[in-house]
Nanobody
Framework: QVQLVESGGGLVQAGGSLRLSCAASGYTFRMYALGWFRQAPGKEREFVAVVTRNGGNPYYADSVKGRCTISRDSAKNTVYLQMNSLKVEDTAVYYC?????????????????WGQGTQVTVSS
């Protein structure tokens, strides 16, 4: 069974940094695209970043482009999201997800497996 476990969330001041981790198990790591999504209170879950199955260039939402870096470590079956220059509007629960879609999955319905989420709170 596929399991995704996020960690690394917390409280940080605006302008600070956090690195989220997502440890994956139960499947062949390279067979899935791995993405990060976030959901703020009262809002829909939105795409943040993804590394594709073929290991090509990662993709980012415009709202985080230039501030976030997604990476995967196949040896550790882990995907990371490094977030810098954090803003108050980045406050949300961040979810890791796995997709079998080829190409660049950016919609929630393109992902089959989800982690439980980790809270990121950015204070002003």
């Amino acid at each position: 069974q596929v399991q995704l476990v996020e960690s690394g969330g917390g409280l940080v001041q605006a302008g600070g940094s956090l690195r989220l981790s997502c440890a994956a198990s139960g499947y062949t790591f390279r067979m899935y695209a791995l993405g990060w999504f976030r959901q703020a209170p009262g809002k829909e879950r939105e795409f943040v970043a993804v590394v594709t199955r073929n290991g090509g260039n990662p993709y980012y939402a415009d709202s985080v482009k230039g501030r976030c870096t997604i990476s995967r470590d196949s040896a550790k079956n882990t995907v990371y999201l490094q977030m810098n220059s954090l803003k108050v509007e980045d406050t949300a629960v961040y979810y890791c997800a796995a997709s079998q879609w080829f190409g660049v999955p950016r919609e929630t319905n393109e992902y089959k497996y989800w982690g439980q989420g980790t809270q990121v709170t950015v204070s002003s």
